[in-house]
Nanobody, 126 residues
C-alpha cells in the first residue's frame, strides 16, 4: 500500500528550528518526485521544497531559500524538511507529497502530486 506518514512539527518561537519527517511506504526507489507543501488559514496550499528520487536535485520557494533544507534518506525511506530561523509567517499545516513516474525536483501545483501525507502543524510565535 502506497502511503506517506508524517511526523514532527510543533510550536516554536521565532528564530527556532524544527524538523519534519515523512516516511514513504510502498514507493519505488526511483522516478519519484517528492515535495513539501504548506497551507496557512485562508491561503492556498504552496510548495516550499522539492527533490528527486536520489535526493540530489532540490528546489526551494523563494520564501524559504536559505532557511529550509529538504533531504531524502533512501535507506530509511524517509523525506525530511529541516526548518531553521523560523518566522511567524511560516505558521501553517505542512504536508509531504509524492508522484510516481516522475523526474526532477521542480515545484509543481498541488494537483500534480497524487499521494499526500496527513499534515502536521507548525506554529511559530513572535
Amino acid at each position: 500500500q502506497v502511503q506517506l506518514v508524517e511526523s514532527g512539527g510543533g510550536s516554536v518561537q521565532a528564530g527556532g528550528s524544527l524538523r519534519l519527517s515523512c516516511e514513504l511506504f510502498g514507493f519505488p526507489k526511483s522516478n519519484v518526485c517528492m515535495a513539501w507543501f504548506r497551507q496557512a488559514p485562508g491561503k492556498e496550499r504552496e510548495a516550499v521544497a522539492g527533490t528527486d528520487s536520489e535526493g540530489q536535485d532540490k528546489s526551494y520557494a523563494d520564501s524559504v531559500q536559505g532557511r529550509f533544507t529538504i533531504s531524502l534518506i533512501n535507506a530509511k525511506n524517509t523525506l525530511y524538511l529541516q526548518m531553521n530561523n523560523l518566522r511567524p509567517d511560516d505558521t501553517a499545516l505542512y504536508y509531504c507529497a509524492a508522484r510516481q513516474a516522475c523526474w526532477g525536483s521542480a515545484l509543481q501545483r498541488p494537483d500534480f502530486y497524487n499521494y499526500w501525507g496527513q499534515g502536521t502543524q507548525v506554529t511559530v510565535s513572535s
